[in-house]
């Protein structure tokens, strides 16, 4: 018997979690915004009131309709690409943004990882389970290795290496053998020796920060400043933080991108090693709802959607703050729901309305 889906079904405990993060989020980015550049938290909320908009409406519209539309989404994503190639909004020295007027930029390439998550969903559903061959994997490097490669070159490098989960996560799902898995690892990892020995995979600044980061006690004051800045906030907020608006670090403009890339150092200054815990403890249980989710999905490429979503959270989740930390090295990948900014909030809340999407369907025959 079919049972029509309606808001009842939606995971209200889920949108409470995204909720409060989303206050602690705008709250921090109020404190963290230095002088000058007031009403950057007042954006925010626009943002999120928008977002919110947007996963109720995206939450009606049935996602195998999603999924059959996924083909013609992949192609205007892929045409926004080539148009901020050639008309894009140049900004400290990257293309990255069209400019739409009003004040307002679209990054067509934070929008394409939503893309990107429903055509691996698509295609790996229509293989139905089957073994995969070489070419099927070869099929799926493609679809994603293009948009990857045309965000690199914007340079966007940390928009791009996101791309990269929704690959892992479908082959993963898809039943990619052991041996398969294998001899990919190598293959890349001689790609990746290679372009690095010849200089050509990252741009000067990408090979500093990279080199930067394996040897943290050299360029202190250049590649590794980002770092060390961020090292010295997160141990001066001890256990209980310095209180709102008292970091010293996030105050005395010291720690570069405090409300976007850095706002987990921020936020560690502020409030120490009891808020941070409280924050990835949030994360914690945002995920496990995805996951719970995505194990009751009513058929596989819903099952593909969430894991998608979640692939992508965790390595933006993982990577930040091993960036903040000094565990990894500096990207400019945002944390999911903390830093600011309006196309990773929008993309957030749309892919958080496929998943409701896929919840309300889950009782659907």
Known sequence: MQRLSSYRDFDWMLLGFVGLLSVISVLEIKSATPLGFHGV????????????????????????????????????????????????????????????????????????????????????????????????????????????????????????????????????????RWKQTAILVLGIALLFGAAWSTGKLLKPYQRARLTGFMNPDNDSKGANYQINQSKIAVGSGGIFGKGANRGTQTQGDFLPAPYTDFIFASFCEEHGFVGAVGVLL????????????????????????VMGIVAVLVFQIAVNIGM????????????????????????MFLALGIVMNVRMRRFVN
């Open 41 to 176: 938290d007042h954006k925010q909320i626009g943002f999120l009131a928008v977002g919110l908009v947007l996963m109720f409406l995206i939450s009606r519209i049935d996602y195998h309709l999603l999924l059959h539309a996924a083909p013609w989404a992949y192609g205007v994503g892929i045409l926004a690409l080539v148009a901020v190639k050639l008309v894009g909004t140049r900004v400290k020295g990257g293309k990255r943004w069209i400019n739409l007027g009003a004040g307002i930029h679209f990054q067509p390439s934070e929008w394409m990882k939503l893309v990107l998550i429903l055509v691996m969903a698509r295609y790996f559903a229509h293989l139905r389970g089957k073994p995969l061959t070489w070419g099927d994997i070869g099929k799926a490097f493609l679809l994603v290795g293009i948009p990857t490669l045309m965000v690199k070159q914007q340079p966007d490098l940390g928009t791009a290496l996101t791309y990269l989960p929704v690959l892992v996560a479908a082959l993963f799902l898809g039943g990619i």
């Open 282 to 305: 949030l994360y914690f249980l945002i995920l496990m709802r995805l996951i719970q989710n995505a194990q009751t999905a009513s058929d596989m490429p819903g099952t593909f959607i």
């Open 324 to 347: 903040v930390l000094d565990l990894a090295p500096v990207t400019g990948i945002p944390l999911p729901l903390m830093s600011y900014g309006g196309s990773a909030v929008l993309f």
